[in-house]
């Protein structure tokens, strides 16, 4: 049994829901996918007090209206859940739960938590834990830490920091950083975090993640924001990756940065590259393209690949522009590489590399 959100606030809403579900269960069996609008709020309309002591009676006018839209949210609700398209499911619940209040995301968790176990319920409960998310981003996690420490499960504690992070990423992202959880559970939900926090402000995600970096790591922080940050915009991208110190996840960084570029805009990313100083960042750069252009074209890629400056990463550049050609017509790619102006000692290695049965780029 799941931890409980609002007790028996829950409770009174009861004999409502029962009456939507007759009747979402009646519309299932006639086609259709969403509950019908709650009977309640067009009952409550038509009742008029016949004097002044009856009037003195009835529930005053703004309680019903919040009632029966507190009604309407949670019938809503379990429509949207009980869709059998997933995709359709989750657009759904989304498109509801994202005018839900506090409170009506509470009741909605009391609701989903006595579904059986399924598909239906599964989808209601990591959609309502991102909404809480957004609303109150320390109870939610805290909620959702409960049920990580009983069943084992994460999906709710993603949800919750995912909510999070759509209104304070940096906040999310330090509660994360204080959870025991074991390293790569806290690796996975941090590098969803970092890219939701790269998409929404760029700047200060690449701040934090060139502040926590981890040279060693081929990808690391700097690669998850490089790679988020140049599909919005590929040139601060690879400037920001490029004027990092050395390291691992520097290159990883340029990489990918390049890479997403040159994915959108060939031309674009080449001309760039083609207008970086000599250097380390560069041949990165140039060896990306190498790679990126050898696939489809492995003699332009092999052009880029000749401006490479370091011996080293020539050979991994050679290899990346003419990998895919050797493998189908080695006599082609041997060709290929004699005809060009890269010295016979980096031939040689690229070669080596491309015959031995190891990875070509270790």
């Given at each position: 049994m799941l931890p409980s959100a609002s007790g028996t606030l829950w409770a009174g809403l009861t004999p409502v829901l029962a009456s939507a579900g007759l009747a979402m269960l009646v519309g299932f069996g006639l086609g259709r996918v969403t509950a019908p609008p709650a009977a309640i709020e067009q009952k409550s309309d038509r009742v008029m007090p016949s004097s002044a002591k009856e009037a003195e009676n009835q529930e005053p006018a703004w309680q019903t209206v919040e009632t029966g839209v507190k009604t309407s949210t949670a019938a809503d609700v379990a429509g949207a859940?009980?869709?059998?398209?997933?995709?359709?499911?989750?657009?759904?619940?989304?498109?509801?739960?994202?005018?839900?209040?506090?409170?009506?995301?509470?009741?909605?968790?009391?609701?989903?938590?006595?579904?059986?176990?399924?598909?239906?319920?599964?989808?209601?409960?990591?959609?309502?834990?991102?909404?809480?998310?957004?609303?109150?981003?320390?109870?939610?996690?805290?909620?959702?830490?409960?049920?990580?420490?009983?069943?084992?499960?994460?999906?709710?504690?993603?949800?919750?920091?995912?909510?999070?992070?759509?209104?304070?990423?940096?906040?999310?992202?330090?509660?994360?950083?204080?959870?025991?959880?074991?390293?790569?559970?806290?690796?996975?939900?941090?590098?969803?975090?970092?890219?939701?926090?790269?998409?929404?402000?760029?700047?200060?995600?690449?701040?934090?993640?060139?502040?926590n970096r981890n040279p060693d790591s081929w990808r690391g922080l700097v690669g998850t924001v490089a790679d988020e940050w140049s599909k919005r915009d590929p040139a601060a991208a690879a400037n920001w990756a490029a004027a990092l110190d050395a390291g691992r996840d520097k290159r990883a960084a340029i990489y990918t940065a390049i890479s997403n570029w040159a994915d959108a805009d060939l031309n674009g990313a080449a001309a760039y590259v083609s207008g970086q100083p000599a250097g380390e960042s560069r041949d990165t750069m140039a060896g990306t393209l190498a790679r990126h252009i050898g696939q489809e074209d492995p003699a332009s890629g092999l052009k880029w690949a000749a401006m490479v400056a370091d011996p080293g990463s020539q050979e991994r550049a050679i290899a990346g522009a003419l990998i895919d050609l050797y493998r189908k017509d080695e006599a082609q790619a041997r060709q290929l590489l004699q005809s060009s102006t890269i010295s016979a000692q980096v031939q040689a290695a690229a070669l080596s590399r491309m015959t031995n049965r190891g990875p070509w780029w270790r």
């Amino acid at each position: 049994m799941l931890p409980s959100a609002s007790g028996t606030l829950w409770a009174g809403l009861t004999p409502v829901l029962a009456s939507a579900g007759l009747a979402m269960l009646v519309g299932f069996g006639l086609g259709r996918v969403t509950a019908p609008p709650a009977a309640i709020e067009q009952k409550s309309d038509r009742v008029m007090p016949s004097s002044a002591k009856e009037a003195e009676n009835q529930e005053p006018a703004w309680q019903t209206v919040e009632t029966g839209v507190k009604t309407s949210t949670a019938a809503d609700v379990a429509g949207a859940a009980a869709m059998g398209s997933p995709r359709q499911r989750e657009k759904a619940l989304e498109e509801v739960l994202a005018k839900a209040s506090l409170e009506e995301v509470r009741k909605s968790l009391d609701w989903a938590n006595a579904l059986p176990d399924g598909p239906m319920k599964k989808a209601a409960l990591e959609k309502i834990l991102k909404r809480w998310g957004q609303l109150d981003g320390p109870g939610a996690t805290a909620y959702a830490s409960q049920v990580y420490a009983e069943t084992g499960n994460p999906s709710l504690l993603r949800e919750a920091l995912s909510g999070w992070a759509d209104k304070d990423p940096q906040a999310a992202v330090n509660q994360l950083a204080a959870m025991n959880l074991n390293d790569g559970l806290q690796q996975d939900i941090r590098r969803d975090l970092l890219e939701q926090w790269a998409d929404l402000s760029p700047t200060a995600a690449a701040a934090y993640a060139a502040a926590n970096r981890n040279p060693d790591s081929w990808r690391g922080l700097v690669g998850t924001v490089a790679d988020e940050w140049s599909k919005r915009d590929p040139a601060a991208a690879a400037n920001w990756a490029a004027a990092l110190d050395a390291g691992r996840d520097k290159r990883a960084a340029i990489y990918t940065a390049i890479s997403n570029w040159a994915d959108a805009d060939l031309n674009g990313a080449a001309a760039y590259v083609s207008g970086q100083p000599a250097g380390e960042s560069r041949d990165t750069m140039a060896g990306t393209l190498a790679r990126h252009i050898g696939q489809e074209d492995p003699a332009s890629g092999l052009k880029w690949a000749a401006m490479v400056a370091d011996p080293g990463s020539q050979e991994r550049a050679i290899a990346g522009a003419l990998i895919d050609l050797y493998r189908k017509d080695e006599a082609q790619a041997r060709q290929l590489l004699q005809s060009s102006t890269i010295s016979a000692q980096v031939q040689a290695a690229a070669l080596s590399r491309m015959t031995n049965r190891g990875p070509w780029w270790r």
